[in-house]
C-alpha cells in the first residue's frame, strides 16, 4: 500500500479536465451526473464479460492437487504466457455407472499394493475383449471432444464433452477424482507438458491442445490422447506435433514379442532429436487393465533402465511428450499441471496397445469416423 503516496507524489502537478466540457475534474461533477448512467453500462458490460470467461460463483482456482479450491490466482514464477484459470464444481456421475474404487474419496486403494505394479500381467481372451470395448468407447471420447476444438471454446466445455459422451456409453472417466483429479479428462495447451486441468480459459487462435481420455469400463481402463491445432498454428508448432506423432507410430512399428521395453525410448528419443527437439523423462506409458497405472513403465527416453520383455497379451500405453525446448518440467500450484521450464511448447500422443503372438494391436487406433484434422495423414 505505501506505493500508493508515491504515486499520487508524482501526479501533483498534473491537471485532469473533463473530456466532454473542458472544465478541471474538480469542476466536472455535472458531467459525471449527467453521463453516469452510460458510464454505469460499460461497467456493467465488463462484470457480464467477466462472468461469460467463466469468473462465476462457484468456479474457483485448483490447489493442493485437487483437494482445495482458492478464489485468487496463486502466486508463481510462471515460465509462459498460460496462466491457470477458475475451475467449474465436479460434474456428476449417475449412480447406475459402474466406477473405480477412487470415484467417491480420491484414494484408489487396489492400485498402489497390487502385485500388478511389480509383475507385468499376461490379459485372459475375456480381458482382452473387455479391453477392446472399452478402447474403443475412449475412442469415440476422445473423438467427440476434438470435434469442437476451435477459437473461444473453453477447455472446460471440452471436459462437459467428454465427461457427457463418456457416460452416456456407459463409462466412468477415470481421471474423475482419481489422487484427487477434479475433472474427467486433462487439457494441456501449449507449454503444459500433461495432467493440464480444463477450465474457464478460452482456446485462442495459434495455440495447440493436448486431450488427454481414459474410459473406465466393464472393469476395465482404456487411455489415449491426442495433440490438436486451434485455429492457425505456426509452422514451428506444426512440426512438433507431427514429430511427436511419428514418435509414436515408430515406437508402435518395434512391438512384438520378444522385444525390450527399453528399445521403446530409444526410438522415440532417435527420432525426436534428429528432428531438434527434446524428450520428457519425468512421465511414461504404463501398463492398463483392471488397474489404471501398473507394470511396465515405458519411458520415451534413450539409454533408458526399463525392464523386462513384451509377451503376447501385455497391455501398455505408449504416449511420448516432446519439447521444443528442453525437456526439463516444473509443477505448477495445482499440483497437477507440468509445464516446460523454459515456457517453450510440448506435444503428445498416446494409444493403449496389445502385444499379440505376431505382433501390436492398437486398441485406441483411429476410426474411418475419427475427426481428419491431421494434414500428414491425407497426403
Known amino acids: ?42 461497467h ?10 467463466g469468473s462465476r460463483e462457484g468456479w474457483l482456482y485448483c490447489a493442493k492437487r485437487g483437494q482445495s479450491r482458492s478464489p485468487k490466482l496463486p502466486h508463481f514464477d510462471w515460465t509462459g504466457g498460460l496462466r491457470p484459470y477458475p475451475i467449474s464444481p465436479y ?14 474419496d480420491g484414494i484408489p486403494k487396489i492400485e ?19 479391453m477392446r470395448e472399452t478402447c474403443r468407447i475412449g475412442r469415440e471420447v476422445l473423438d467427440a471432444a476434438a470435434r469442437i476444438i476451435r477459437p473461444g471454446v473453453t477447455t472446460d466445455e471440452i471436459d462437459r464433452v467428454v465427461h457427457e459422451t463418456t457416460v452416456a456409453a456407459g463409462g466412468y472417466p477415470s481421471p474423475l477424482n482419481y489422487h484427487f ?62 514429430c511427436t506423432y511419428e514418435c509414436l507410430e515408430k515406437a508402435i512399428s518395434i512391438v512384438k514379442p520378444g522385444v525390450r521395453f527399453r528399445e521403446i525410448g ?16 519425468s512421465y511414461c506409458g504404463h501398463g492398463i487393465g483392471e488397474l489404471f497405472h501398473c507394470a511396465p513403465n515405458i519411458p520415451h527416453y534413450g539409454r533408458n533402465k526399463a525392464v523386462g520383455v513384451m509377451k503376447a497379451g501385455q497391455t501398455f500405453t505408449i504416449e511420448p511428450m516432446i519439447n521444443a525446448g528442453v525437456w526439463r518440467d516444473r509443477m ?9 521450464t523454459d515456457g517453450k511448447r510440448s506435444a503428445q500422443f498416446e494409444h493403449t496397445l496389445l502385444v499379440t503372438e505376431t505382433g501390436v494391436e492398437v486398441l485406441t487406433a483411429r476410426l474411418p469416423s475419427s475427426p481428419k484434422v491431421y494434414p500428414w495423414l491425407n497426403e
Open 112 to 130: 498402489p499394493s497390487s502385485d500388478l505394479q511389480h509383475v507385468v500381467e499376461i490379459k485372459t481372451p475375456e480381458q482382452i475383449e473387455r
Open 1 to 42: 500500500m505505501a506505493g500508493g503516496s508515491d504515486a499520487m507524489d508524482s501526479t501533483a502537478n498534473i491537471t485532469l479536465s473533463c473530456a466532454r466540457c473542458g472544465k478541471t475534474a474538480n469542476l466536472q461533477y455535472d458531467c459525471f451526473k449527467a453521463s453516469w448512467s452510460s458510464h454505469k453500462s460499460v
Open 181 to 242: 483429479f477434479p475433472k474427467s479428462c486433462c487439457t494441456s495447451i501449449n507449454e503444459v507438458i500433461c495432467h493440464g486441468i480444463p477450465d474457464a480459459r478460452k482456446l485462442e487462435d495459434g495455440d495447440i491442445v493436448n486431450i488427454d481420455v481414459t474410459v473406465y469400463y466393464k472393469g476395465v481402463h482404456g487411455d489415449l490422447n491426442e495433440t490438436y491445432f486451434v485455429g492457425n498454428v505456426d509452422e514451428a508448432s506444426r512440426q512438433l506435433v507431427q
Open 266 to 281: 530409444e526410438v522415440i528419443n532417435r527420432h525426436a532429436t534428429m528432428s531438434g527437439f527434446s524428450v520428457v523423462k
Open 91 to 104: 460434474r456428476v456421475v449417475p449412480p447406475h455407472i459402474d466406477r473405480p474404487d477412487w470415484a467417491v
Open 44 to 53: 456493467m458490460k465488463a462484470k457480464e464479460e467477466e462472468n461469460s470467461d
Open 332 to 340: 505448477w500450484p495445482d499440483g497437477w499441471t507440468v509445464v516446460t
